[in-house]
């Protein structure tokens, strides 16, 4: 049955969407059904989808082989709890998960979440010193040691450094380490834990490099590296901070330093992830493997809340050496079988497509059609990175004339700030594409 216009009226009163507010909501548009690259609104339009529900669905909507895992593994079973069980689609998901990440990630926490993903990692780095410190100190036997843990003289490196304009989810944890200011959890800035920020990289050619770029992150790693666990970042974008890209000598510069110091590094792909930018994994353009990585969105095609943080043999065994060892934390639906057997069928489609040549051709086309905004007296910044293209406009879109305005012209765009963005499923065609940028070209001429 349609939805009706009564239904319609009691989800702007009753049901928060993300980001709004419940006396002034902005208005949504219902979807129907979903196929391929469109989505089917009630209201008759079928619209080209430009965010691939925020990055995840890159292989578009209603797939047959991803609903055919979804169904095999539903006559199995929906769902069992992770706690002293254990089933073949987490199992054959992480084989896998090691197999494509570097041979330095060998061991697999599933969260339910990105930002669970971010939260885990942040224990874990935690836990890693605790542990390290812990069973590092002189004189103890194990038992005593088990027992003390890091005695009060020990600096405990519980901080964390992450750049301004970073976003890592939405959670306390995932919170306190992204933009302190700009970010969308500023009201929240006395509650937060406090961490260390450094100004956001802005160097976007690894050509352009200068050593100075690396001088202020290095400083507060020269005097603070005691209290810090761990540096967190998305690399080479970041993402919901400003959609805001960065060239590769960072993360060397940065890979470095982390071991000069004793810090941990953290790479939240959560974003980048899957070929997003044109590589499988944004570390791999910069030849920067990181000590614990975080994955989800596209993990499991956009299907279903899934996500994954990996790490290295060298920290999982330092936690588990540890006072019990125990990594405490454990969500009710940790590997939910469906999740995984979707994931493993949207990695398999992804890996057995030739999605280098895809992500060119999406990019060379978004630059192409793109460009041409670059002249407009009120469009600060066009920039293509791999399937993410941007437009930065001088002032705030007004979101509601827009969104309605996209979907006149038979797309789903739905811009941030300043913003207007593109990030399409894998799967679009040439034109169909080419019905997005004509549209996003299109919005910002109109928003002089
Ligand atoms: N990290 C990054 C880089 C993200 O873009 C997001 C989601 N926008 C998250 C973490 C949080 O993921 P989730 O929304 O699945 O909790």
């Not at 939260?119 to 836990?127: D, P, S």
């Not at 304009?165 to 939405?170: E, I, L």
């Not at 005097?223 to 901070?241: D, M």
């Amino acid at each position: 049955m349609p939805i009706s216009a009564a239904q319609l009226v009691f989800d702007s009163q009753h049901i928060w969407h993300p980001y709004t507010n419940l006396l002034n909501p902005t208005p949504v548009f219902a979807v129907e059904s979903a196929d391929g690259v469109y989505l089917n609104l009630s209201s008759g339009e079928r619209v080209i989808d430009g965010m691939a529900s925020w990055w995840s669905a890159i292989h578009g909507y209603n797939h047959p082989v991803l609903n055919q895992a979804v169904k095999s593994q539903l006559d199995k079973m929906s769902h069992v709890m992770f706690g002293g069980l254990t089933h073949q689609p987490a199992i054959e998901l992480c084989e896998k998960l090691i197999e494509i990440t570097d041979s330095n990630l060998q061991c697999v926490f599933l969260a339910d979440s990105g930002s669970v993903s971010v939260e885990v990692a942040l224990k874990m780095a935690i836990q890693y010193w605790y542990s390290k410190i812990g069973y590092s100190k002189k004189g103890y036997s194990k038992n005593e040691q088990s027992k003390s843990g890091p005695s009060k003289g020990d600096k405990q490196k519980s901080k964390f450094l992450s750049f301004k304009n970073a976003y890592h989810g939405d959670t306390f944890g995932a919170m306190s380490v992204s933009d302190p200011e700009n970010g969308m959890h500023s009201m929240f800035a006395g509650v937060l834990p406090q961490h260390f920020f450094v100004s956001a990289p802005t160097c976007l050619s690894d050509d352009d490099w200068k050593s100075e770029y690396i001088n202020e992150f290095k400083a507060i790693l020269n005097v603070n590296h005691n209290e810090i666990a761990a540096v967190i970042i998305e690399p080479l974008v970041q993402g919901a901070g400003g959609m805001r890209f960065y060239c590769s000598e960072y993360l060397r510069q940065i890979r470095k330093l982390c071991d000069e110091f004793n810090v941990l590094l953290i790479f939240d792909e959560i974003a980048t992830g899957f070929a997003r930018t044109g590589s499988f994994f944004a570390y791999e353009e910069a030849k920067v493997v990181p000590d614990i990585l975080c994955l989800g969105k596209a993990l499991t095609g956009g299907y279903m809340s899934l996500a994954a943080t990996l790490t290295s043999r060298k920290v999982a065994d330092t936690i588990s050496a540890y006072q019990g060892g125990n990594l405490m934390h454990g969500p009710t639906f940790m590997a939910n079988p469906l999740a995984c057997s979707v994931a493993i069928a949207s990695l398999n489609l992804l890996l057995n497509s030739d999605w280098k040549s895809k992500i060119a051709d999406i990019e060379k086309q978004l630059i192409e059609e793109l460009r041409q905004c670059k002249n407009f007296e009120n469009v600060v910044d066009v920039r293509v990175k791999g399937a993410i293209g941007v437009i930065e406009l001088k002032e705030p879109v007004d979101m509601e004339r827009v969104q309605i305005r996209f979907i006149e012209l038979g797309v789903w765009l739905r811009p941030f700030g300043k913003l207007i963005y593109i990030m399409p499923p894998y799967i679009i065609k040439p034109s169909e594409l080419t019905q997005l940028t004509t549209a996003m070209v299109q919005v910002s001429k109109e928003s002089f």
